[in-house]
């Protein structure tokens, strides 16, 4: 079984440009996060969506970040403009449903500079 | 307010020993409990889930966590740790408040030395 695909795998942009990540889901899984994980946190929930709806997007810094899953499949993560403080760890992961657990994906390591 | 509290940043322990990781949660709501585990270079992995019934839960590998519901507690345990188990420690709750959300603490770095 694939597991959780993301790409790129790493990714160094000065503050102020644009960037985005990339998720391919574990196949029939319904649910989709986006993590960020700063150094020495655990990841923190940016937005979770059921197909392609969003289900809970409140911790998602939503005049710089945005999210879209199109086709309940594929989902893509954008960060516009970036600042510093948002080099971290992006992780994808889905799941079957709520309580089968998630699986992630190797994540994408954002530098800012 | 719901959180998840790891109380140990880091555990060194020698290799055969025994080890605890400690979990703690707040929560008025009902939970299901998971912990992840990471390896170095690796993605978050899936180690073990609460989710109702017993309240002692196993995995593959060795480690075994025990809800206790009064404690709002979740600490995982090995009885017998190997070197290949140096990794980053992960403990979730998802709240069902209506709808479900995922909280992670903050991760506990077990250090297995030989």
């Known amino acids: 079984e694939a597991g959780v695909a993301q790409s790129p795998r790493y990714k160094i942009i000065e503050k102020r440009q644009s960037v985005a990540f990339w998720c391919n889901p574990i196949?029939?899984?319904?649910?989709l996060y986006w993590y960020q994980q700063i150094l020495g946190q655990g990841p923190k929930l940016l937005i979770q969506?059921?197909?392609?709806?969003?289900?809970?997007d409140s911790q998602l810094p939503k005049d710089r970040f945005s999210a879209e899953r199109l086709k309940g499949v594929d989902s893509t993560l954008k960060i516009q403009p970036a600042k510093l403080e948002d080099s971290a760890v992006y992780l994808c992961?889905?799941?079957?449903?709520?309580?089968?657990?998630?699986?992630f994906g190797q994540g994408t390591r954002l530098t800012v500079v | 307010a719901q959180s998840v509290t790891q109380l140990d940043s880091q555990v060194p322990v020698f290799e055969e020993a025994p080890v605890e990781l400690r979990c703690n949660y707040s929560?008025?709501?009902?939970?299901?409990l998971f912990w992840y585990v990471q390896y170095p270079n690796q993605g978050l992995q899936l180690l073990l889930k609460y989710l109702s019934g017993s309240t002692l839960v196993e995995s593959i590998n060795g480690f075994e966590a025990e809800f206790n519901k009064s404690q709002t507690s979740f600490h995982l345990r090995k009885p017998s740790v190997h070197i290949s188990d140096t990794a980053e420690y992960f403990c979730?709750?998802?709240?069902?408040?209506?709808?479900?959300?995922?909280?992670f603490g903050a991760g506990t770095r077990l250090f297995v030395k030989a």
């Open positions: 196949s029939g899984h319904a649910t």
């Open positions: 992961a889905s799941s079957l449903n709520t309580g089968s657990g998630a699986f």
């Open positions: 969506f059921q197909n392609n709806g969003v289900v809970d």
């Open positions: 929560s008025s709501v009902s939970v299901y």
């Open positions: 979730a709750v998802t709240l069902n408040t209506g709808g479900f959300k995922t909280i």
